[in-house]
Each structure stands twice: as C-alpha cells, then as structure tokens.
C-alpha cells in the first residue's frame, strides 16, 4: 500500500501539516534546523513523538524539539562513546554506546545508556531558524 500523498518524498522540507490527506493539503515549511557535524544527512538520526535524536560527535547527541528548533545536549558518560541513537519519545532517550577507544559511529555497539527527558532542564541548544 503506498503512500497517501504519492510523491511527497521528494521535498527538500518536511511536511509541517498533520493529517493532509493529498499533496494539496500539506503545506511545506521549516521547522528545525538539525545540526549534521557528522556529515550523515539524517542517517544516524532517530525522529518520534516531535523531537529528534542526532548525534554531533562521539561523545555528545542533540535532542531537537521540532515545533520550534530548540533543543537539550546529552553527553555520554566516560569511557562510552555514542554510536547510533536507538530512540527518542517524551519520556526518554535511548543511545546505543561502543566500547572505550571505538569512536566510529558505526563500531559495534557493546551498551545502552537510556536517559530520562524531564532530567535534563531548560533547551541549551538554541533553535537555528
């Protein structure tokens, strides 16, 4: 079964109009910008429940609110780089984690680190637009 709006896929922006039920309907906007240091153009991204989860270095993930663009800095802990994010909802972040020495974003995972959303305050990151 495709799509309901055949074609959609191809805009350089995302949708911003829930529930547009043709082509006619949605409405392109921007929304967020998302920071890509990595050079992965959303590969190694995760997007959920208004917010996505990108990783900017080894050690650091943004979660960016895209309502508005702004956003909050999650750092790994010592010894636990970050690879890939695994998951992003409106209780928690989960990112997968390499061994100590393996920065590559796409080593092995060996861990888990999952970090509850209400812990990490006010946005640090702000929006970009």
Do not use: Q
């Not at 082509?23 to 590969?43: N, S």
């Not at 309502?67 to 802990?77: P, Q």
């Not at 920065?103 to 209400?118: N, Y």
Request: proline residues 7%.
């Amino acid at each position: 079964m495709g799509s309901p709006v055949a074609g959609l896929h191809r805009s350089r922006r995302g949708p911003a109009t829930p529930y547009a039920t043709s082509a006619d309907g949605v409405v392109a906007k921007k929304v967020a910008l998302l920071a890509d240091p990595l050079g992965g153009g959303g590969l190694d991204m995760v997007a959920n429940r208004g917010a996505a989860l990108t990783l900017s270095t080894a050690t650091t993930a943004i979660i960016t609110r895209l309502s508005d663009g702004v956003g909050w800095t999650v750092t790994a802990e010592p010894g636990d780089p970050f690879v890939p994010p695994l998951w992003v909802d409106d209780d928690e972040v989960w990112l997968l984690t390499a061994e100590a020495g393996l920065t590559d974003a796409h080593s092995l995972c060996s861990g888990v680190t999952r970090i509850r959303r209400d812990t990490l305050g006010a946005p640090d990151v702000a929006s970009g637009l």
